[in-house]
């Protein structure tokens, strides 16, 4: 049985990580628990980051939101600051899990696991989302595409806990699309997904675009190709056919269980086509 400390504020949290070996933080336990039963990781003692208010919650913040590491998927999608300001998250994250891995899992803990597969990370990415990093003694924020340094990886000093995420939305994006490609509509992990952003004139042409791949790379795809291939153009297929090959081109997927590198590559071109459908807003 292992010692799990449950730290109310962040003097406790605090407190408990001066121990020797240094307890791990953990939040809802949805992956760290399955990670423990398979004895992928054994730490000797745990602490838990969810009673403490200080990592909870959204708020407004040098104009654009703070979201506490500690907060749930399902609280993120009954906020009216995520669902009016971020709708390209709050799509990633109805389609995350099901109602009960929402309810426990949390978005600190979908960041941190760091999984090329995990839903909240491709519109982080394209949102450009920034963490922020506390320890006792000090507080750093980071690109959140800095932030993860590999699948699994990151860049969290063992003294330091994910407070939160910050995210600008810029207001001028006007289409905005996430898609998730799985082997079941709920309860899967993705094949591949896709995050875009994209600002579309008044007259049809594609003025700003920000695209993001998950599960088919070590960690999310960019594309400065994908994208440049979609400025000054008009949102048809043959210009998203050409996006989709560069797309193609950028990704590295691989085999796994849930499906083959060649069927991801193909995949994620493909993706970019559902902007067909879009009208701007
Ligand atoms: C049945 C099932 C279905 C799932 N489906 C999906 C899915 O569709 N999409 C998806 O993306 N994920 C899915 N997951 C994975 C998981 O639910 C999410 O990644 C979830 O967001 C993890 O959050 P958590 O709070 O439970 O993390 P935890 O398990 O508590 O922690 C995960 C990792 O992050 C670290 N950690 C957590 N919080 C912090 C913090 N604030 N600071 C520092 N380190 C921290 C822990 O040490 C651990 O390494 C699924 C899991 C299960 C069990």
Same mark, same amino acid.
């Given at each position: 049985?292992?010692?799990?400390?449950?730290? =109310?504020?962040?003097?406790?949290?605090?407190?408990?990580?001066?121990r020797?070996?240094?307890?791990?933080? &953990?939040?809802?336990?949805?992956?760290?628990?399955?990670?423990?039963?398979?004895?992928?990781?054994?730490?000797?003692?745990?602490?838990?980051?969810?009673?403490?208010?200080?990592?909870?919650?959204?708020?407004?913040?040098? =104009?654009?939101?703070?979201?506490?590491?500690?907060?749930?998927?399902?609280?993120?999608?009954?906020?009216?600051?995520?669902?009016a300001?971020?709708?390209?998250?709050?799509?990633?994250?109805?389609?995350?899990?099901?109602? @009960?891995?929402?309810?426990?899992?949390?978005?600190?803990?979908?960041?941190?696991?760091?999984?090329p597969?995990?839903?909240?990370?491709? @519109?982080l &990415?394209?949102?450009?989302?920034?963490?922020?990093?506390?320890?006792?003694?000090?507080?750093?924020?980071?690109?959140?595409?800095?932030?993860?340094? =590999?699948?699994?990886?990151?860049?969290?000093?063992?003294?330091?806990?994910?407070?939160?995420?910050?995210?600008?939305?810029?207001?001028? &994006?006007?289409?905005?699309?996430?898609?998730?490609?799985g082997?079941?509509?709920?309860?899967?992990?993705?094949?591949?997904?896709?995050?875009?952003?994209?600002?579309?004139?008044?007259?049809?042409?594609?003025?700003?675009?920000?695209?993001?791949?998950?599960?088919?790379?070590?960690?999310?795809?960019?594309?400065?190709?994908?994208?440049?291939?979609?400025?000054?153009?008009?949102?048809?297929?043959?210009?998203?056919?050409?996006?989709?090959?560069?797309?193609?081109?950028?990704?590295?997927?691989?085999?796994?269980v849930?499906?083959?590198?060649? &069927?991801?590559?193909?995949?994620?071109?493909?993706?970019?086509?559902?902007?067909?459908?879009?009208?701007?807003?």
């Amino acid at each position: 049985m292992k010692e799990v400390f449950l730290p =109310g504020n962040l003097e406790e949290l605090w407190r408990a990580l001066e121990r020797e070996p240094a307890p791990r933080p &953990y939040c809802g336990g949805t992956d760290l628990l399955v990670h423990l039963r398979s004895g992928k990781t054994d730490p000797d003692a745990l602490v838990c980051l969810e009673r403490i208010p200080e990592l909870s919650g959204v708020r407004e913040e040098e =104009g654009g939101l703070w979201i506490g590491a500690a907060t749930t998927h399902a609280r993120l999608l009954d906020d009216p600051l995520v669902r009016a300001r971020l709708p390209l998250l709050a799509r990633a994250l109805s389609t995350l899990g099901s109602p @009960p891995v929402r309810n426990m899992g949390t978005i600190g803990g979908n960041i941190c696991t760091a999984s090329p597969a995990g839903d909240t990370l491709p @519109p982080l &990415y394209a949102l450009d989302g920034e963490v922020e990093l506390r320890s006792r003694d000090s507080s750093r924020r980071m690109p959140l595409r800095r932030f993860i340094t =590999g699948p699994g990886e990151t860049a969290l000093r063992p003294d330091e806990i994910l407070a939160g995420v910050r995210v600008t939305p810029d207001g001028t &994006y006007n289409v905005h699309h996430f898609e998730k490609i799985g082997i079941r509509r709920a309860m899967a992990c993705s094949i591949a997904s896709l995050a875009a952003l994209l600002r579309v004139s008044s007259s049809g042409e594609i003025e700003a675009a920000r695209l993001a791949w998950g599960s088919v790379g070590p960690t999310v795809v960019v594309s400065g190709e994908a994208e440049q291939a979609l400025l000054g153009k008009r949102l048809t297929r043959d210009v998203l056919e050409d996006a989709a090959e560069r797309a193609r081109k950028a990704v590295s997927p691989i085999d796994d269980v849930r499906a083959s590198a060649a &069927y991801r590559r193909e995949v994620s071109g493909n993706l970019l086509l559902r902007l067909m459908e879009h009208r701007p807003l």
